[in-house]
């Protein structure tokens, strides 16, 4: 399905989608300067952002899973905060607290760190189960409720967060159902060798985050979040989204398959990666690119899987092979 859609009344404008991906393509490479070597991982991080969807980097410590954060927070102009999960961290360190003022002899609210464009949730496996739990709402709703109060966050609005997949000792694992509210999880991995040195001469001369220049501001971010919400899905490839959903289900060595929630995100998302690529409309190739990061960590693999190694990525590839591409159509 390579061809346009019939334009309707809310059909993106050609300037529209130049513009778009024009400024994406402007963001991706001031994030790449700081990032080097992973375009895929940034042009990712993105499409998360324009989605309005959350993303679970997990990977071992020191590839850059917080720096590809904090660049996307500056090249947005966008507010970041940095909360550091720990065994002892509470649920109101997170969302925030209602105080008595004794000057105005009232409570106030005084929000907490989530209250920010991105949110960087480092090693949130540390922290216990009812600490995660303060985050599911937020990452859903866009709000906190405090003391029956609701409280919205600023938009856009990302939350990072990382985990290493490596040393668990001490951790919790994320529930299920946390795990559902990311869009995609992502590895940034280790750097090729000429990556690495440029990494190294980038350090020596203090080249980091901090150092960006902003490419636009969260108020046209916002902008640009609207215009993937009117990118083109055909009728086609939502049976496409569908009939994938179903494969994972299906699968024998799946216990718990994709859900809903998921086809729903896989869908957003392929909105905002067509429009990065200039495309008003989805293709299936979109939906390929974007399965494993969005689907492979919502599948809960049967304990005889797990036990003969196979991995949810092995599983995924296989309920993808069995299902079959639409073909294109005369529009």
Not at 140 to 146: F, G
Request: a negative charge; hydrophobic letters at 45%.
């Amino acid at each position: 399905m390579t061809q346009a859609p019939p334009r309707t009344t809310a059909s993106l404008t050609p300037e529209e989608v130049h513009g778009f991906a024009t400024l994406v393509a402007s963001l991706a490479a001031n994030i790449e300067s700081v990032v080097l070597g992973k375009p895929q991982v940034v042009r990712l991080a993105l499409t998360a952002l324009l989605a309005e969807g959350h993303v679970l980097l997990e990977d071992v410590p020191g590839v850059g899973k917080t720096t590809l954060a904090r660049a996307i927070a500056a090249s947005v102009q966008g507010q970041w905060r940095r909360i550091q999960f720990t065994p002892d961290l509470l649920p109101s360190d997170v969302t925030g607290v209602t105080i008595f003022n004794q000057a105005s002899r009232g409570f106030e609210f005084h929000p907490g760190p989530v209250f920010a464009n991105i949110v960087i949730a480092d090693e949130i496996n540390r922290a216990s189960p009812k600490t995660q739990s303060s985050l599911l709402e937020v990452m859903e709703e866009r709000k906190v409720t405090v003391d029956g109060v609701p409280h919205a966050v600023p938009r856009p609005f990302l939350v990072v967060a990382t985990q290493n997949p490596v040393e668990m000792d001490g951790t919790y694992r994320l529930p299920e159902a946390q795990l559902d509210r990311f869009l995609m999880r992502l590895s940034v991995g280790y750097p090729t060798e000429d990556a690495e040195i440029d990494v190294l001469k980038g350090a020596a001369i203090g080249h980091s985050p901090d150092s960006l220049q902003p490419v636009t501001d969260t108020s046209v971010v916002s902008q640009l979040v609207t215009l993937a919400q009117r990118v083109h899905v055909a009728e086609p490839l939502l049976a496409y989204t569908v009939r994938l959903a179903a494969a994972t289900r299906e699968h024998p060595q799946v216990r718990v398959g994709v859900s809903p929630r998921g086809a729903i995100a896989i869908t957003r998302a392929a909105r905002a990666y067509a429009l990065t690529a200039g495309r008003a409309y989805v293709i299936p190739e979109d939906l390929k690119e974007l399965v494993e990061a969005v689907f492979a960590h919502r599948l809960l693999l049967s304990p005889d899987a797990q036990v003969r190694g196979v991995t949810a990525l092995d599983v995924l590839r296989e309920a993808v092979e069995a299902v079959a591409v639409p073909m294109p159509t005369t529009v």
